[in-house]
């Protein structure tokens, strides 16, 4: 889901109510780290809008995007600078 609501330059996140395998993880000793990318909304253009219909579409497992990276191969991310 958390696809479907890419917007190019927003970082969103989207944290499910399910969190079943945390408990399993604890209870069978495994360590839990919590990881973030930054920026990673900068690797690829989306079309901004439509929300409800691409959550929609994703529901049914569905892709509801369309991306856009670098121009000449546009499957591969932007070349983001660092910093």
């Not at 690797?43 to 579409?57: A, D, T």
């Amino acid at each position: 889901h958390e696809a479907s609501l890419h917007e190019y330059g927003k970082d969103r996140v989207v944290v499910s109510n399910k969190k079943g395998f945390i408990k399993y993880a604890l209870q069978f000793g495994y360590k839990v780290v919590p990881a973030y990318s930054f920026g990673e909304c900068y690797s690829y253009w989306n079309m901004p809008g439509f929300h409800k219909l691409r959550m929609w579409l994703a529901a049914r497992d569905l892709p509801g995007i369309v991306i856009f990276g670098f121009p000449l191969l546009p499957w591969l991310p932007f070349q983001t600078p660092f910093g």
